[in-house]
């Protein structure tokens, strides 16, 4: 049975209907999976994250089922000019390989940029960058990336644009100290991990808590090291 099928999107942005690929479930369960949640998979099986994000052949918008309905005002006109205008037709709708998969979130945190997503999707998308570029042992692009997502989801959690997602206060807090922690700030990271633990919902993520005491010993112990 093939890992990948073709599901029909249509482009929020300018209705055309395209076919995309996915990954099978089957197919993509990771063999391990990192401290900041990036999974690793084995070789000849398919990364999900290199078709996370659906790119409209006609127009150039890319997006993914994190993006909200709603343009604000004058960012299509933006994204006409920014985009569509530049835009020669490239297919994104057929197996892709790792420089595929990176051209496409790019084109994905491009078009969330224009169109004033959440810093929540913003985050996420930078974060799956990051971890693609982890498992190509491409470490300046993976820390670009990494900084970016950190930038994001530390706007994401002083406007509190995470709710209504699929992430809790208390994940973006962990996603946050692990990110400090890998860029090597050791004290962000300790004090988010932190927050975590004096939070009033904590023991509803009690997972979430195990990981971050954790990760709070490992950081505490790098900061030691590193003076």
């Known amino acids: 049975m093939n890992a990948l099928y073709a599901t029909k999107v249509n482009c929020p942005y300018c209705g055309n209907d395209f076919q995309t690929l996915r990954v099978r479930y089957r197919h993509s369960i990771p063999y391990k999976i990192d401290s900041d949640f990036c999974p690793h998979y084995k070789e000849?099986?398919?990364?999900?994250?290199?078709?996370?994000?659906?790119?409209?052949?006609e127009c150039g918008f890319a997006f993914t089922e994190e993006f909200s309905d709603n343009f604000p005002l004058g960012t299509k006109e933006l994204i006409k000019v920014k985009i569509t205008a530049e835009w020669r037709k490239k297919e994104f709708g057929q197996v892709r390989d790792v420089e595929?998969?990176?051209?496409?979130?790019?084109?994905?945190?491009?078009?969330?940029?224009?169109?004033?997503e959440?810093?929540?999707?913003?985050?996420?998308?930078?974060?799956?960058?990051?971890?693609?570029?982890r498992t190509?042992?491409?470490?300046?692009e993976e820390e670009r990336f990494m900084k970016l997502a950190l930038q994001e989801y530390e706007e994401s959690y002083v406007h509190s644009d995470f709710k209504g997602t699929s992430l809790s206060e208390i994940r973006v807090l962990f996603i946050l100290g692990e990110l400090s922690r890998r860029l090597g700030q050791f004290s962000k990271a300790i004090s988010y991990f932190s927050?975590?633990?004096?939070h009033p919902r904590r023991y509803e993520e009690t997972k979430i808590l195990e990981m971050a005491r954790k990760q709070w010993r490992v950081t505490a112990e790098q900061n030691r090291e590193h003076h």
């Open 44 to 57: 000849g099986d398919s990364n999900p994250h290199f078709y996370y994000a659906k790119v409209c052949p």
């Open 100 to 116: 595929k998969a990176i051209e496409s979130l790019k084109l994905a945190i491009y078009s969330a940029t224009l169109k004033r």
């Open 118 to 133: 959440k810093h929540s999707v913003l985050g996420g998308l930078c974060m799956r960058l990051a971890w693609i570029y």
């Open 136 to 140: 190509e042992n491409r470490q300046e």
């Open 195 to 198: 927050k975590i633990a004096e």
